[in-house]
Structure formats: C-alpha cells, structure tokens
C-alpha cells in the first residue's frame, strides 16, 4: 500500500493552460505539504494544511491554489502556467504539524511546460 | 546566506570507503536536524535524526555541533546502493518555523 501517494506521475503541457494535481494519504496524518523541487534540487514548501485548514502560504504566486476535500487529501491546482513552473512537485505528510517529525513523501510529480 | 548549505558534490568514492559530508545552517535558534536520502529521480526518505549527542546506525553517524552551526553525516564501508543525494534538514526561520531542506550532496560510490 502506497502511504503518500500523488497523480499524476508525469504532466506535459503548453503554456497558459491550468493542471491540476492530486494528493492522497492513508497514513492518518493530521498535516500535509506541497513542496517544489527546481532545477537544481532545491526543495522548498509551497503550502502547509493541518486538518483541512492552511497554515502555510508561502511566497507563491495567486496561479497555484491548493485544496483540501478532507484531512487525507490535498490537491494542487494551477492556473496559467509558465515555464517557470516546471519542476517536480512532491506532497508530503506528516504526523501532527511539528518542526521535529519525520516527512513522508510521494513519489513527485514531474510537470513540463512548453 | 543560505538557510541550509551543502557542498553539491559529487563525492566519487570507491567502495568500501569512508566518506563525511557536512551541512552548514544559519539559524542558531533551530533544534531540529535530519538527514534525508533521496535517489535519482525519487522521493526523499528519512534517513536519520541527529542528536545533540551524536547517533549512529550502523555504518552512519550523525553529529551536531552547535557552537558552529553544523551538522555531519559520516558513512563507513560505503557500498553501490550508498549512491544517492544526501539532503540535509534543520527546522528554520523560514515558513513559520517549518523544515528547510538544504540542496544536497551527491554521492557516487564506484566499484
């Protein structure tokens, strides 16, 4: 059973147009996380939901929205896009909101834009 | 200055070898540390928390140094499957205090 597990894999699309990209966690876990990985590795938080509800909103832009149906799901949509936002995308979770606990991860997705 | 640096590498070593890695952060107040592996085109994992005493797991020992705002990672009798992006993590001044992951360190273990 995948514990974090992200659709879809793989996104290539044009410029301008919207994607959306889904997340689910059959861990139980209270807290889960969109973090962007560029081109050079860097991973770097987009959004943070504990319980459904944002706590986390990093520096980025109004185009990606994040949406939490429920405690185990947390999808990411994103409006026009750019080059720019190529990259992988990976969810995560976590147990509880905590800056001590382990981050379980899914497995990416890796999105293009043309 | 970076919330988390690391040299990128790649450290080539042979196997069987011991190599070190070592993690600079710039928040004095964080007290949360890790180490994260994370394979070519994969997720990252947990590999080990470090503790302000040190810790060891098998052929893996993480230290701390506060004084110097650093954290290692050293790997003894390295083997192929050792090859990977060694990510280190320390909770941090951005994000409201969330984990900062710092860019990784290569490690290619050659035969």
């Known amino acids: 059973d995948t514990a974090v597990s992200q659709t879809p894999k793989y996104l290539v699309t044009q410029m301008g147009n919207d994607k959306s990209i889904k997340c689910e966690q059959n861990?139980?876990?209270?807290?889960m996380y969109w973090y962007k990985q560029d081109s050079k590795k860097f991973l770097k938080i987009m959004f943070s939901?504990?319980?459904?509800?944002?706590?986390i909103n990093e520096t980025v832009p109004n185009r990606f929205s994040p949406k939490s149906p429920d405690k185990a799901h947390l999808n990411l949509h994103i409006n026009s896009l750019e080059l720019g936002d190529s990259a992988v995308y990976f969810c995560?979770?976590?147990?509880?909101?905590?800056?001590?606990?382990?981050?379980?991860f899914g497995e990416g997705s890796r999105l293009t834009v043309l | 200055r970076k919330e988390v640096e690391q040299d990128p590498g790649p450290f080539n070593v042979p196997e069987g070898a011991t190599v070190a890695f070592n993690c600079t952060y710039s928040?004095?107040?964080?007290?949360?540390f890790f180490w994260y592996r994370q394979d070519c085109r994969k997720e990252p994992k947990l590999l080990m928390s470090?503790?302000?005493s040190g810790n060891e797991d098998g052929r893996f020992t993480a230290q701390l140094n506060r004084a110097s705002q650093y954290i290692s990672l050293l790997i003894r009798d390295s083997k192929l499957s050792d090859s990977a992006t060694y990510l280190c993590?320390?909770?941090?001044?951005?994000?409201?205090?969330?984990?900062?992951f710092g860019g990784g360190t290569r490690l290619m273990v050659k035969p």
């Open positions: 995560a979770s976590s147990l509880f909101f905590t800056t001590a606990g382990e981050l379980f």
């Open positions: 861990l139980g876990h209270d807290t």
């Open positions: 939901y504990n319980n459904k509800e944002l706590i």
């Open positions: 928040n004095s107040a964080s007290q949360s």
């Open positions: 470090v503790y302000s």
């Open positions: 993590v320390v909770n941090g001044r951005d994000a409201g205090n969330m984990l900062t």
